[in-house]
């Protein structure tokens, strides 16, 4: 095979090369969790493997999901969207009540059941897509001609957006509303509408940051994190310590000096800055190289489905793991401003996690269909 034929990925079978991507990103996520948490679990729980043992945990969990999302019926799938739905919003109203809801950091985002604790907007996420493609799949041939087609839909949507902001959880929603409006702008709606839309958006979102008070603090802090290094601007500023003191080489997987007590959230939030950190610009390349192959294996395979449902959900799933990841990263390197959004795949496992892998499933049940098998 000459170098061509190396370099296309049409010689490979892709659903098998973005599951060998998944367990490699895996087995590097449990190397930098352990490296990122060890400390602050020591200090907090006299145990260092108190964080890398509970993420083996959702890490196994996040398996079993990834191959129930490779073998459900995508067809099953699409006809409960509406109950799922629902299903949904009942979990994002159940969030709401003192004695079922939990907060952590001043979020109330958790449910907790015994000792197990889940959060509902990460799930409500994956419905929401799973609910827009099956909508735009039965409504996309008619819906410019009356927007009475698109307001029901719009109002339960809407719902849900509501719900995970009261929480408050600015990051999902923005996070939602992007996906909510790349699905449309492929599916052929009206360009009105996408306009309207954004405008909308937009509007929301200004309105969110000024009538809020810790969110204009974040805003201010993103401008100059120097200035409101003692409080809103204190975890960027020792991200950008951690990207600093990285070199080109990094110091070491468990070299990290930020990691120590000195960077809150090392092993959720911003375990990217550990990364660059102890890996350099080789740790960096590295991850920004796996969700660029991770987009384009997985656009290709639903490029290669002919359900127009299973297309706009594979679609969705992709946008949603890869615009997360940008705004994660572009976080912690002072890009955008400070949210509480996970690194798909390497963050500290959990709802989020389990979810993650459970789009993948899906990808892979795609191109399961597309290939035959």
């Known amino acids: 095979m000459n170098k061509n034929n190396l370099l296309n990925f049409n010689n490979y079978p892709l659903g098998k090369i973005l599951f060998l991507l998944i367990l490699l990103i895996s087995l590097f996520s449990v190397i930098m969790i352990f490296s990122a948490s060890s400390p602050i679990a020591a200090e ?3 145990s260092s493997f108190y964080f890398l043992k509970r993420h083996l945990l959702w890490l196994m969990i996040g398996y079993i999901f ?3 999302g490779y073998l459900i019926d995508l067809k099953k799938l699409q006809n409960i969207s509406i109950f799922l739905m629902f299903f949904a919003i009942i979990l994002l ?3 709401l009540f003192p004695s079922i809801g939990y ?3 001043g979020a109330k985002r958790w449910i907790r059941v015994s000792n197990f604790g889940f959060q509902p907007s990460e799930i409500a996420k994956i419905i929401f897509i799973i ?6 799949d039965r409504k996309h041939q008619f819906m410019n001609r009356n927007f009475t087609h698109l307001l029901p ?3 339960l949507l809407g719902t849900a957006l509501v719900l995970i902001y009261k929480e408050p959880d600015l990051g999902t929603v923005i996070l939602m509303g992007i996906i909510f409006l790349l699905m449309f702008i492929v599916s052929g709606i009206d360009k009105k509408y996408i306009i309207s839309f954004f405008v909308l958006g937009t509007a929301g979102f200004f309105y969110s940051i000024i009538s809020t008070s810790y969110r204009l603090k974040r805003v201010l802090a993103f401008l100059n994190p120097f200035d409101h290094f003692s409080d809103s601007g204190y975890q960027v500023v ?3 310590l951690a990207i600093a003191n990285s070199g080109i080489f990094g110091k070491g997987i468990g070299g990290s000096k930020l990691k120590l007590l000195y960077l809150p959230e090392a092993h959720t939030d911003f375990i990217f800055s550990i990364i660059i950190e102890e890996l350099g610009i080789f740790g960096t390349t590295s991850v920004i190289l796996f969700y660029i192959l991770f987009v384009f294996i997985s656009t290709k395979i639903i490029l290669k489905e002919n359900n127009y449902f299973s297309k706009l959900l594979g679609f969705g799933l992709i946008m949603s793991i890869s615009t997360q990841a940008f705004i994660n990263i572009a976080v912690i390197t002072g890009t955008f401003p400070t949210k509480g959004i996970t690194l798909p795949f390497l963050s500290f496992g959990g709802t989020s996690l389990v979810m993650t892998m459970f789009s993948a499933g899906i990808i892979l049940n795609i191109y399961k269909r597309t290939a035959n098998i």
């Open 66 to 68: 990834l191959f129930l």
């Open 103 to 105: 907060s952590v950091g």
């Open 238 to 240: 020792q991200s950008y």
């Open 131 to 136: 609910y827009l493609a099956s909508w735009l």
């Open 93 to 95: 109203l159940l969030v």
């Open 153 to 155: 839909n719009f109002i």
């Open 44 to 46: 907090k729980f006299n």
